[in-house]
């Protein structure tokens, strides 16, 4: 019997995600999207557009039994998973003792654990052809003072998925890390609820879908990274050649942080 070809998008209620899912339910060839998040009323609504090919699945991705409950799923129905996007993520840009413990972890389980996991709870059921795209981000290039553990995760989300891309070569499989500037999401606003002091701006912001367009083209290249727009490239660069204290100072005195 043939096997169902499925897309799989975390994060699909909000932002990026919900453009993944907007352009792989243009795709020909995949019969499902699955789309995860939490907010079940932005999911409906994103279902209501897609129509019955989109399937939706309201969970919290920092709650581990889940991924028991997904590992179930796929067991029952064996899926093909032709597209993982893993988008599931959040931020706090603040001082360090202005998040509380519990946040902080949870920023590392979703943004770091959860993407890991997805990626392996899907690879069984992936074949040659296949696609992991996790976002990264911007921050992934450096260390970012009044985001340390946001621009840590993404640091891991780059490597490991640049790596991962090596290993899954023989395979035929590709993983891209989408090292995205900043869009005008959800999770800027969340991100800054309640900062006393941390990032208020965000310079050659763009919208969402040319971001995740890119990215779709750059994941059919085999390419490890996207990296969208020349203000982003520019940061890429430099980067590679200044030292990290010099590339932290460039971020504190463009951000106005004293
Ligand atoms: N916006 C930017 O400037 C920017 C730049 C670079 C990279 N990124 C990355 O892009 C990705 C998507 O973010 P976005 O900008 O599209 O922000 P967003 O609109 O806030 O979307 C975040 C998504 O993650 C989901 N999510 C949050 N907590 C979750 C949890 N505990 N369990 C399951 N799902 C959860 C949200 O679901 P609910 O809303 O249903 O809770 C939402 O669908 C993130 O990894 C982010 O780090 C964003």
Request: aromatic letters at 8%.
């Amino acid at each position: 019997m043939e096997k169902k070809k499925i897309a799989v998008v975390t994060g699909a209620s909000s932002g990026i995600g919900r453009e993944f899912a907007r352009l792989l339910s243009k795709k020909k060839g995949i019969e499902e999207i699955w789309c995860l998040g939490r907010n079940i009323g932005r999911l409906n609504e994103l279902k209501a557009e897609i129509g019955d090919r989109a399937r939706t699945f309201s969970m919290d991705l920092t709650d581990r039994n889940n991924f028991g409950v997904i590992s179930d799923m796929f067991e029952e129905e064996q899926p093909q998973i032709t597209w993982l996007v893993n988008c599931a993520g959040f931020a706090k840009f603040c001082d360090y003792a202005d998040i509380d413990l519990t946040t902080s972890l949870n920023m590392i389980d979703l943004n770091v654990c959860a993407l890991t996991a997805m990626g392996l709870l899907c690879l069984p059921y992936m074949e040659k052809g296949a696609h992991i795209v996790n976002m990264a981000s911007q921050a992934a290039f450096q260390p970012l003072p009044y985001q340390n553990i946001y621009s840590s995760t993404k640091a891991f989300v780059r490597n490991y998925t640049r790596a991962l891309n090596r290993e899954l070569r023989p395979r035929g499989i590709c993983a891209t890390a989408v090292c995205a500037g900043w869009m005008e999401t959800r999770l800027i606003e969340r991100a800054s609820i309640g900062a006393k002091k941390g990032t208020t701006k965000f310079p050659h912001i763009t919208s969402p879908d040319v971001v995740a367009k890119k990215a779709l083209r750059d994941a059919k290249k085999n390419k490890d990274m996207s990296i969208y727009g020349g203000y982003v490239k520019l940061a890429h660069l430099l980067a590679k050649f200044l030292p990290q204290k010099t590339m932290m100072s460039m971020w504190l005195s463009q951000q106005d942080i004293k």
